[in-house]
């Protein structure tokens, strides 16, 4: 098998993503999609995955798993004193190709479009989520594979091992699978080894309880898809070195990624003087900065919004995401979520963040 290669963020080129799309993007042409017929209907949430370059319903007992190699969108409907609001995200995986990123990303604007402009929008990287869109799924997991993956139908017997991580960050538990070493086995943490017909819970020996009881319900669900897979759970303090299930695993340990905050920085996008330039605002990034005739980039550090002035040009506006977007790549936090907000229309999150 062809091993997958790594989308490099730094990258990324979002002039597949600008004027030209925006101009592609009118109300008709997104009516004649068919996955959006019904979407922003009801509250809830509802999820698509990119496969070659079209727009697919993704199951909704998968709704919180991820394929690392795929694009996703999401749309979250609520009601805001009866009024029905989104929010839209695209959700890009660590090994997504550029050409689902980009379809993602012309897609979100285009259920924009059907939906009025009504929702706000989100650029999503894998590792790297906003707290928004952590907060919809209970139990967030990351499966290796991409479309084209069928390993969730291979029979047990001849399954590929993998270790989960199972790890409680706030309010949100994640299960992430990661590299078969031993070296990956924490004690603060819980991990899934699934060997097909055997599955091993790990408690690390300082593991949550909710940490366990999501694991177990993970496995349960395994289980529930090949039918007669053994489960044992496994204690660090109690396990040797020679175990079956740690057998399994490779000696080393995976390399982990460095998060680590952005520059707060804040930029004003402008063609008043004839040419569409993204130019710096001096001093410290404030609301009070902001004016309706333009579209603003603003880096808390930690995310990065692009404000819609209500004043703001055409250009101005459909070249806004596009802007927030390489002026990331060229940073060493390429991977910041991106909220797209309108003025008049910002959310919580974006009031709290100066």
Not at 39 to 46: I, M
Not at 131 to 141: R, V
Request: charged residues 30%.
């Amino acid at each position: 098998m062809q091993k997958a290669k790594k989308y490099d963020w730094k990258d990324s080129n979002m002039a597949l993503f600008g004027s030209d799309t925006e101009k592609k993007v009118k109300k008709e042409s997104a009516e004649s999609e068919p996955a959006w017929h019904g979407a922003g209907q009801k509250v809830g949430l509802q999820i698509w995955r990119i496969v070659k370059f079209k727009v697919t319903h993704w199951e909704k007992e998968q709704y919180g798993e991820f394929f690392t190699g795929d694009s996703y969108i999401i749309l979250n409907t609520y009601k805001d004193e009866e009024e029905l609001k989104y929010d839209v995200h695209f959700w890009i995986g660590e090994y997504s190709t550029q050409d689902e990123y980009a379809t993602a990303a012309y897609k979100t604007v285009e259920l924009d479009t059907y939906l009025d402009d009504k929702p706000i929008q989100h650029r999503e990287v894998q590792g790297y989520e906003s707290c928004l869109f952590k907060k919809y799924f209970p139990t967030f997991i990351l499966l290796k594979g991409g479309a084209d993956s069928g390993f969730r139908r291979v029979l047990p017997e001849v399954y590929v091992p993998r270790l989960f991580h199972v790890k409680k960050e706030g309010r949100n538990i994640s299960c992430t699978q990661i590299g078969l070493k031993r070296g990956n086995l924490t004690s603060d943490d819980v991990f899934i080894i699934d060997a097909g017909e055997k599955i091993y819970q790990y408690n690390g020996s300082k593991c949550s309880h909710d940490e366990k009881f999501k694991a177990a319900q993970e496995i349960a669900r395994l289980k529930g898809t090949r039918g007669k897979a053994r489960v044992e759970t496994l204690e660090e303090n109690a396990i040797s070195n020679e175990h079956p299930a740690l057998m399994l695993l490779k000696d080393g340990e995976s390399k982990k990624k460095e998060k680590c905050h952005g520059e707060r920085k804040m930029f004003r996008v402008s063609d008043a003087d004839g040419s569409l330039d993204m130019d710096p605002v001096e001093g410290e990034i404030s609301k009070d900065k902001l004016t309706s005739d333009d579209v603003y980039i603003i880096n808390t550090g930690e995310h990065v919004y692009c404000w819609i002035g209500s004043g703001a040009s055409i250009d101005e506006r459909k070249n806004g995401l596009a802007y927030a977007s390489n002026y990331l790549s060229q940073t060493e936090t390429p991977y910041l979520p991106i909220t797209v907000i309108a003025e008049g229309k910002e959310n919580d999150d974006f009031k709290k963040a100066f």
